[in-house]
């Protein structure tokens, strides 16, 4: 064999070995996630870690020890309570119970006797002498970390504790006035006994006697957060079902099969080989994200459920504007060899921008939020970085891989139809019209809901973000709270409630039925009891008034995110598009995205709570995609058009023109997805699915009608305002 028949084999065999090596990988990978995906465990599905909404956890109630407290107390512990449980689980909800009982929900957890001990301590640090003094307490300490020490082979956990100037000032004196003693005490029990050998004067000290990093890391972000203000006991425990109901895990599991496969059948049919190769790695992106929610130990909510659907539809659109590259390429007379090696090269800067663009927002929605709100960007977070290695590396092996292997045919690689260039900018008049009109329609409907009994208020605020009343049913046997039983009983409380914001948890080995609303009045409560008793045996009935389980505190935070994530977002477009304008257009086209999702809830008194917090998050992630595709043609046919001759109005029209076909696909396959989970959902699912779907729409509308004709407009407003200073500086000269 000559050596050139040698080189013509050479890439046939890396091919070859490439595929292999991917296959294996796949399977392996495949195995593992199936190994615990495939059977469904307490609070799990496999090892992922379900939260309350899709799996239940534990519910705990602590009662206030001493007088009834004030408001304000009351706000301050459940606040620091919050923050307290985000070290068990980033979705665990704190909320108050009457008048002096906080409520405690802890998604992931079957055992309440593994945090019962720890959560309910007040917390307090104190530096106490041995004659009773204390000298320093924990609102001196500047930070508190956990870190692991190894003396002689023996590991030792310990939390490091750094004073603030006073603090160290004070640690300082008494550690010269009690040497020989040990000084550090935390909830009136020493937690740590050393022996003050010298003068400590750099305000640093150590808390030792830790059983594991966990327990030490534990200790040091209650230390952080600080003391309860109030002491609590234990009133009750109990381990609970899912709110969403017991069935919402396999319809969405099924919904999103059903999506998925819906979404490589499409991509095939559109994109041929090349729509196969995305199939493939999709594919091997949802095996790395189970993988990956199973590695971090990410908590999987609805809300999370919403940033995989987001991550999907980017991995989707990644593909997509990768293969209308291709066919760009191989239309303008490229080889399949070239076009391929072109399209992904094209391709990269747009998928890049719009990737860490949402990445951004991901990471600022993750350190500065809660609950909920980290739920998201986790997910988000992890979709978007393997949406990225998936189209720019597997999608790359995978399409280079069946060239080498012959599939070099034009016709494999699907058929790009001539665009036709439309007026964008000239129809853009008639489109910002509609979106006032619409947008104003939901301010229109605010107060006309506040004037309406049923709801009360702008928005039909759910239990999560209003409070309400729970109730509380007793059953002669558990195996009459059957899923047919717990559905009639929340078509009654809806009913009775006039509202869809109903909640229900069976609790774990008993026979009671929680049941979650809005607050009900003692006539609505009463007629309740009667329709109930009615209609079931029931063994007792019992109703009290649940505050928020979204505090104003909670509340505050995801607004602060949402405000510097924007920040954050428009400085990056700014930055890489070397333009503000870009920027600033992208911020209008999103707020014009939440406005008019926000006149669906007004308009259809959709219920806003925890999902709706989800849905605003995922339409903004979506909404700045989609416009930074569109950026990034703009910003590529500036280059390669000529402004003077063909003019700026035309450069955008024709930018839209040729990104039009990727918006459309990319907005049919995610609504696909959403649609299949509404279709198929539980009813509190399909709230949110509508929602979604609302959001994709009003997405593919704004990136293609708002978007790139704003930008248009400021733009020329900043010719107008150059060539007027031009003038102004003409005439001075000629003065």
Known sequence: MSKNSKKRMQPKQKATLSLVIFLVLCILC???????????????????????????????????????????????????????????????????????????????????????????????????????????????????????????????????????????????????????????????????????????ENGECVIEGMESYEAAEQLASTIRIGALPLELKELRSNVVGAQLGQDAISTSIKAGAIGFVLICIFMIAVYALPGLCASIALVAYVILTLL?????????????????????????????????????????????????????????????????????????????????????????????????????????????????????????????????SWNYIKASKICIVISVVVIALGFIFMPINKANKSINNYLNFSLEFMGGTSVTLTMDDADEITDEFDQQVCDIVSDIAQTTSVQSQKVMDSNQLVVKTVELTVAQRDELQTKLEDEFEITAFSTENISASVSSEMRSDAVVAVIIATICMLIYIAFRFKDIRFGASAVIALLHDVLVVLTVYSVFRLSVGNTFIACMLTIVGYSINATIVIFDRIRENLREMNVKKDGLEAIVNTSISQTFTRTINTSLTTFVMVLVLYIMGVPSIKEFAFTLMAGVICGAYSSVCITGPIWFILKQRQKKKEQALAASKSKKKKK
Do not use: W
Request: net charge negative; charged share 20%.
């Open 30 to 200: 495949g195995y593992t996630a199936a190994f615990g995906v495939g059977k469904e465990n307490k609070g799990r599905v496999g090892n992922i870690r379900l939260g309350l909404d899709l799996a239940g956890g534990v519910s705990i109630t602590y009662e206030v020890v001493g007088d009834t407290p004030t408001d304000t107390e009351m706000q301050d512990t459940i606040y620091k309570l919050q923050k307290r449980v985000e070290g068990y689980s980033t979705e665990a909800t704190v909320y108050k119970e009457g008048d002096d009982r906080i409520a405690v929900e802890i998604p992931g957890v079957s055992n309440a006797n593994e945090i019962l001990e720890e959560l309910g301590q007040p917390g307090a640090l104190t530096f106490t002498t041995e004659d009773g003094e204390t000298v320093l307490t924990g609102s001196n300490i500047k930070s508190a970390e956990a870190q692991t020490t190894e003396e002689n082979g023996i590991k030792n956990y310990v939390v490091a504790l750094t004073m603030d100037d006073d603090g160290a000032t004070k640690f300082a004196e008494a550690t010269a006035a009690h040497l020989q003693e040990s000084i550090i005490t935390y909830d009136n029990e020493v937690v740590s006994s050393p022996v003050v050998q010298t003068t400590i």
């Open 292 to 420: 990956a929610l199973n590695g971090f130990n990410v908590t999987l909510t609805l809300p999370g459920i919403a940033g995989i659907l987001l991550s999907i539809g980017m991995a989707v659109d990644a593909n997509v504007i990768i293969f209308t590259r291709i066919k760009e390429e191989i239309r303008n007379g490229m080889s399949v060899q070239n076009a391929i090696a072109n399209g992904f090269e094209k391709a990269r800067s747009a998928i890049l921008d719009g990737n860490i663009t949402t990445l951004i927002a991901a990471i600022v929605l993750g350190v500065m939020g809660s609950g909920s709100v980290i739920g998201f960007a986790q997910t988000l977070g992890i979709g978007i970085l393997l949406s990225i290695f998936t189209a720019l590396y597997v999608t790359k092996l995978l399409v280079n891989a069946c060239y080498h292997l012959g599939a070099k045919s034009e016709k494999l690689y699907g058929k790009l139809h001539e665009f036709k």
